[in-house]
């Protein structure tokens, strides 16, 4: 796997889709900027129109998530601050982001973050104890619900899945 | 008004005030999880209604965009049912109406997501999702309350008495329901009622209360006919945009 999103590469930002991509992987989550909309898996795609315009698409996550709005300013003013033109972004709800996909850096990160990722079983994102049990589906926004760790008895929260 | 768009307003208005009811409950709920847990159903309620009333706009064709929809109509041109207009009340009141609407929600949405329609499809696909939380989470306080103390259980068949009469209009078609439907687009709404009759006498088992009796079920949102309070509920949401306009973040 390549790792993208080095400093270096943003310099020579070419037209090319693979490098588009690894631009906008540098862009993040406005409320979990530990990852990025890569991650989050909410970037279905970038590709090129029958205009030629260049089309980023990404997906909501929830529908009433105020980030959408704030990634969706994020990756325009990443595109025009690299000189890319001729670009725009397209929300296409179907098929229904599922956090399926995000990916397993996505949640690797979140871990290291704090979030215990979406698997079947909340782990304690600090001593990995799988005893844990909910305090409260809602949390402070709308993907995540608040958990306590029965071992070391620290709470956390668990990015639901959906 | 052409038929698909009254269908899709009926869905977007459902979300928009029922998010705008929600809402008031913030730093009101009785304990902080809920008002955390009210602010998120509100929260993708309204999210859900922008979806609706954006698509409502493009199919209209007349230039109004999902803002000019909630907040530049007057009570007579919105669609919802009548029971998602009912004031707050308290926590009981709020709940049992939550309920009654997740539980509809629930079974519409899954319709709507095999709509001809793709966009209809996508957005009901969307809402299907996060309405199962709501439906978990308002059910089990349904259970919890209705099978608590002497209090909190006859708060909730006060509620349960006094909202029953909205339930009615929940499962009513009409000319609009019946062209979606031949259309492909939409669904037989009284085909509803007996999936979500069974599955309250389930919970309300649960939850020790009483399914009521027969009465008077009131009617007439769909079509634009509304109780005073939504009066009450739009003025306090449209005031800003009307009073300043072009108003923008
Ligand atoms: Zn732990």
Redesign the interface.
């Known amino acids: 796997m390549m790792c993208h999103g080095e400093r270096s590469e943003r310099s020579e930002v070419g037209n090319g889709i693979e490098a588009i991509r690894a631009l906008l992987d540098d862009v993040r989550d406005p409320e979990i900027p530990a990852i990025s909309i890569t991650d989050l898996g909410i970037m279905r795609d970038v590709r090129r129109a029958s205009d030629g315009a260049l089309e980023i698409v990404l997906t909501?996550t929830?529908?009433?998530?105020?980030a959408t709005k704030a990634i969706q300013e994020d990756v325009e003013g990443t595109l025009r601050e690299h000189g890319v033109e001729n670009a725009r972004v397209v929300v296409q709800?179907?098929?229904?982001?599922?956090t399926e996909w995000i990916t397993q850096r996505g949640r690797e990160r979140l871990r290291a973050f704090g979030i215990a990722p979406p698997e079947e079983v909340a782990r304690c994102p600090r001593c990995s104890s799988a005893s844990t049990r909910e305090?409260?589906?809602?949390?402070?926004t709308?993907c995540k619900a608040?958990y306590r760790c029965n071992a070391c008895n620290e709470p956390f929260d668990y990015f639901?899945r959906? | 008004m052409n038929a698909r768009v009254e269908y899709v307003l009926r869905f977007g208005d459902n979300a928009l005030v029922l998010a705008q009811r929600l809402c008031a409950w913030v730093a009101h709920a009785p304990i902080m999880?809920e008002d955390?847990?009210l602010?998120?159903?509100?929260?993708?309620?309204?999210?859900?209604a922008?979806?609706w009333l954006a698509y409502a706009g493009e199919l209209e064709g007349a230039g109004r965009d999902e803002d000019a929809l909630a907040f530049h109509r007057g009570a007579g041109e919105f669609r919802n049912v009548l029971l998602v207009e009912r004031p707050n009340g308290d926590f009981a009141e709020t709940t049992v109406r939550g309920y009654f609407y997740d539980l509809w929600a629930s079974l519409a949405l899954a319709e709507l997501s095999r709509s001809k329609d793709?966009?209809i499809?996508?957005?009901a696909?969307?809402?299907r999702?996060?309405n199962a939380?709501h439906l978990?989470?308002s059910e089990d306080w349904m259970i919890r309350l209705g099978d608590g103390t002497e209090e909190s259980r006859s708060r909730m068949q006060r509620a349960v008495n006094d909202f029953w009469r909205y339930t009615g209009e929940l499962f009513l078609g009409d000319e609009v329901d019946a062209t979606m439907r031949e259309q492909g687009v939409g669904f037989d709404p009284t085909a509803l009622r007996e999936p979500w009759l069974e599955r309250v006498r389930a919970t309300f088992a649960a939850a020790t209360l009483d399914v009521s009796s027969d009465v008077w079920m009131q009617r007439g949102g769909k079509q634009g006919v509304h109780t005073e309070s939504l009066g009450y509920l739009l003025a306090e949401m449209q005031v800003l945009p009307r009073t300043i306009s072009g108003a923008a973040w």
């Open positions: 909501p929830y529908s009433g998530c105020p709800l179907a098929p229904a982001w599922t305090l409260a589906h809602f949390g402070s709308p608040l639901k959906l | 999880e955390v847990a602010a998120n159903v509100s929260l993708d309620l309204f999210g859900q922008r979806l793709e966009r499809a996508a957005i696909e969307k809402a999702k996060e939380y978990r989470r």
